[in-house]
Protein backbone atom coordinates (compact mmCIF):
# COMPACT_ATOMS: atom_id res chain seq x y z
CA UNK A 1 0.00 0.00 0.00
CA UNK A 2 2.84 2.29 1.13
CA UNK A 3 4.25 1.90 -2.35
CA UNK A 4 1.38 2.11 -4.48
CA UNK A 5 0.34 5.57 -2.36
CA UNK A 6 3.93 6.55 -3.05
CA UNK A 7 3.43 5.77 -6.96
CA UNK A 8 0.60 7.00 -7.58
CA UNK A 9 0.06 10.09 -5.05
CA UNK A 10 3.47 10.94 -4.90
CA UNK A 11 4.06 10.65 -1.28
CA UNK A 12 7.73 9.39 -0.28
CA UNK A 13 7.21 5.97 1.30
CA UNK A 14 9.86 5.09 3.88
CA UNK A 15 10.22 1.46 3.28
CA UNK A 16 12.16 0.86 7.21
CA UNK A 17 12.65 -2.62 6.66
CA UNK A 18 14.87 -2.25 3.60
CA UNK A 19 16.41 0.69 5.14
CA UNK A 20 17.32 -1.32 8.11
CA UNK A 21 18.77 -4.25 6.35
CA UNK A 22 21.07 -2.12 4.38
CA UNK A 23 22.38 -0.08 7.33
CA UNK A 24 22.78 -3.87 9.23
CA UNK A 25 24.50 -4.54 6.22
CA UNK A 26 27.06 -1.65 6.22
CA UNK A 27 27.19 -1.42 10.19
CA UNK A 28 27.67 -5.12 10.94
CA UNK A 29 28.29 -4.14 14.61
CA UNK A 30 24.92 -3.39 15.39
CA UNK A 31 23.77 -6.63 13.66
CA UNK A 32 22.91 -8.01 17.39
CA UNK A 33 21.10 -4.92 18.59
CA UNK A 34 19.20 -1.93 17.00
CA UNK A 35 18.53 1.04 19.98
CA UNK A 36 14.88 0.95 20.26
CA UNK A 37 14.23 -1.70 17.85
CA UNK A 38 15.61 0.89 14.42
CA UNK A 39 13.00 3.67 16.01
CA UNK A 40 15.65 6.29 16.27
CA UNK A 41 17.38 4.92 12.59
CA UNK A 42 13.35 5.86 11.28
CA UNK A 43 12.74 9.00 13.09
CA UNK A 44 15.97 10.28 11.51
CA UNK A 45 14.95 9.42 8.43
CA UNK A 46 11.88 10.57 8.70
CA UNK A 47 12.97 14.13 9.78
CA UNK A 48 15.58 14.06 6.63
CA UNK A 49 12.46 12.99 4.00
CA UNK A 50 10.20 16.09 5.77
CA UNK A 51 13.48 18.73 4.99
CA UNK A 52 12.79 18.16 1.64
CA UNK A 53 8.90 17.73 1.37
CA UNK A 54 5.88 18.31 3.36
CA UNK A 55 4.65 14.65 3.59
CA UNK A 56 5.60 10.70 3.82
CA UNK A 57 4.81 7.61 4.96
CA UNK A 58 6.31 5.24 7.08
CA UNK A 59 5.85 2.04 8.47
CA UNK A 60 5.90 0.07 11.75
CA UNK A 61 4.05 -3.17 12.82
CA UNK A 62 2.95 -2.06 16.09
CA UNK A 63 4.59 -5.04 18.58
CA UNK A 64 7.52 -2.59 19.43
CA UNK A 65 7.34 -1.63 23.27
CA UNK A 66 9.31 1.56 21.77
CA UNK A 67 5.72 2.33 19.30
CA UNK A 68 4.48 4.65 21.88
CA UNK A 69 7.44 6.80 22.64
CA UNK A 70 8.20 6.95 19.30
CA UNK A 71 5.13 8.25 17.54
CA UNK A 72 5.05 10.74 20.75
CA UNK A 73 8.51 12.30 19.13
CA UNK A 74 6.74 12.02 15.80
CA UNK A 75 3.93 14.24 17.41
CA UNK A 76 5.64 17.03 19.29
CA UNK A 77 7.11 17.39 15.86
CA UNK A 78 4.62 17.11 12.47
CA UNK A 79 1.16 16.52 12.13
CA UNK A 80 0.88 13.15 12.29
CA UNK A 81 -1.86 10.65 11.03
CA UNK A 82 -1.77 6.94 12.39
CA UNK A 83 -3.20 4.60 9.92
CA UNK A 84 -3.85 1.06 10.59
CA UNK A 85 -3.61 -1.71 7.62
CA UNK A 86 -5.39 -4.78 9.20
CA UNK A 87 -6.35 -8.34 7.83
CA UNK A 88 -7.40 -11.64 9.59
CA UNK A 89 -3.79 -12.97 11.26
CA UNK A 90 -3.72 -15.83 9.81
CA UNK A 91 -4.00 -14.54 6.08
CA UNK A 92 -1.27 -11.55 7.47
CA UNK A 93 1.16 -14.76 8.44
CA UNK A 94 0.08 -16.59 5.47
CA UNK A 95 1.38 -13.58 3.41
CA UNK A 96 4.22 -13.57 5.68
CA UNK A 97 5.05 -16.85 4.86
CA UNK A 98 4.65 -16.75 0.64
CA UNK A 99 6.74 -13.39 0.16
CA UNK A 100 9.68 -12.93 -1.68
CA UNK A 101 12.42 -13.61 1.39
CA UNK A 102 14.34 -10.41 -0.61
CA UNK A 103 14.79 -7.27 1.42
CA UNK A 104 13.24 -9.20 4.23
CA UNK A 105 14.23 -10.53 8.01
CA UNK A 106 14.14 -13.51 8.56
CA UNK A 107 12.48 -14.18 11.29
CA UNK A 108 11.17 -18.13 12.79
CA UNK A 109 7.49 -18.81 12.60
CA UNK A 110 6.34 -18.63 16.09
CA UNK A 111 7.96 -15.12 16.42
CA UNK A 112 6.10 -14.07 13.09
CA UNK A 113 2.76 -15.43 15.05
CA UNK A 114 3.62 -12.99 18.08
CA UNK A 115 4.70 -10.10 16.05
CA UNK A 116 1.07 -9.96 14.15
CA UNK A 117 -0.96 -10.71 17.65
CA UNK A 118 0.99 -8.23 19.11
CA UNK A 119 0.32 -5.45 16.25
CA UNK A 120 -3.41 -6.93 15.98
CA UNK A 121 -4.46 -5.71 19.36
CA UNK A 122 -2.89 -2.44 19.64
CA UNK A 123 -5.17 0.38 19.56
CA UNK A 124 -4.15 3.74 18.60
CA UNK A 125 -5.79 7.02 17.80
CA UNK A 126 -6.40 5.90 13.99
CA UNK A 127 -6.59 8.60 11.41
CA UNK A 128 -7.73 5.92 8.90
CA UNK A 129 -8.02 2.24 9.08
CA UNK A 130 -7.91 0.01 5.90
CA UNK A 131 -9.06 -3.29 5.61
CA UNK A 132 -6.38 -5.40 3.84
CA UNK A 133 -8.12 -8.68 3.94
CA UNK A 134 -8.15 -8.97 0.11
CA UNK A 135 -7.61 -6.99 -2.80
CA UNK A 136 -8.55 -3.59 -2.97
CA UNK A 137 -8.99 -1.30 -5.97
CA UNK A 138 -5.88 0.96 -6.81
CA UNK A 139 -8.45 3.31 -6.71
CA UNK A 140 -9.60 3.00 -3.66
CA UNK A 141 -6.36 3.20 -1.93
CA UNK A 142 -5.90 6.86 -3.78
CA UNK A 143 -9.29 7.66 -2.77
CA UNK A 144 -8.98 6.95 1.13
CA UNK A 145 -5.51 8.59 1.02
CA UNK A 146 -6.57 11.53 -0.37
CA UNK A 147 -9.58 11.94 1.86
CA UNK A 148 -6.96 11.35 4.31
CA UNK A 149 -4.73 14.50 2.85
CA UNK A 150 -7.98 16.99 2.22
CA UNK A 151 -10.10 15.87 5.17
CA UNK A 152 -12.71 16.39 2.68
Known sequence: IGRLVEKLLTIE???VEQRLIEYLEANPSQSNQLANDGFDLELKWINEALLLRDEVISEATGSSQYLP???DQLSQRYKLKI???FCPLETCFS???SRSKVNQFEVPEEKIHA???ASHII???WSLEIDNSGPAPEQKIVSLFSTLR???
Request: cysteine-free.
Open 115 to 117: INL
Open 123 to 125: DLD
Open 13 to 15: FIE
Open 83 to 85: IRI
Open 69 to 71: RFL
Open 95 to 97: RVK
Open 150 to 152: TGK
